[in-house]
C-alpha cells in the first residue's frame, strides 16, 4: 500500500489544480458607481462611498419636494416646520457620517501601528475591561 500512497501523492503535487471560475456578475459591480456601493454595502459593514451618494440624493430630493409643496400650497407653519425637520436630520446625517469616517480611520491606523510594531495608546475604557 505505501507504494500505491507514493504513486498518489506524486500524481497529487504534479497535476495542476484548475482554478476556480470567477463569478460573472461580480465583474459588473468593481466600478464606483452610487447603485453597486449601495449594494455592496448589504454584504459588508460600515458605510461607503455609494451609501453616502444615495443618502445624499434623497436628502436633496425630500428638501426639494417640501419646497415644491410649500410654493404650491402656500405658506403653512406645519410645511415650514417640516422643512425645519428636513434641514436638521441632513445636518445631522452628515455630522454622523463624519464622526464614523474619523473614527474608522483612526481604529485602522491604530491596526497599522500594532502591525508595525508601534505602541498603541490605550484609552480608560481600553485599561478597565482589562
Do not use: C
Not at 455630522?95 to 502591525?115: D, G, H, S
Amino acid at each position: 500500500m505505501s507504494e500505491e500512497a507514493d504513486t498518489v501523492a506524486a500524481t497529487a503535487t504534479t497535476t495542476p489544480v484548475a482554478a476556480e471560475p470567477k463569478e460573472h456578475w461580480s465583474d459588473s459591480w468593481d466600478d464606483d458607481s452610487m447603485f453597486s456601493g449601495v449594494i455592496k454595502s448589504i454584504f459588508k459593514p460600515g458605510i461607503n462611498k455609494g451609501v453616502v451618494k444615495a443618502l445624499g440624493a434623497i436628502f436633496v430630493l425630500l428638501i426639494l419636494s417640501n419646497v415644491f409643496i410649500m410654493v404650491s400650497i402656500g405658506f403653512n407653519i406645519h410645511f415650514l416646520v417640516m422643512f425645519a425637520l428636513t434641514l436638521a436630520l441632513g445636518a445631522s446625517m452628515v455630522w454622523y457620517i463624519n464622526v464614523l469616517t474619523e473614527a474608522t480611520e483612526e481604529a485602522e491606523q491604530a491596526k497599522r501601528k500594532a502591525k508595525e510594531g508601534e505602541t498603541v495608546v490605550k484609552t480608560e475604557e481600553d485599561k478597565k475591561n482589562e
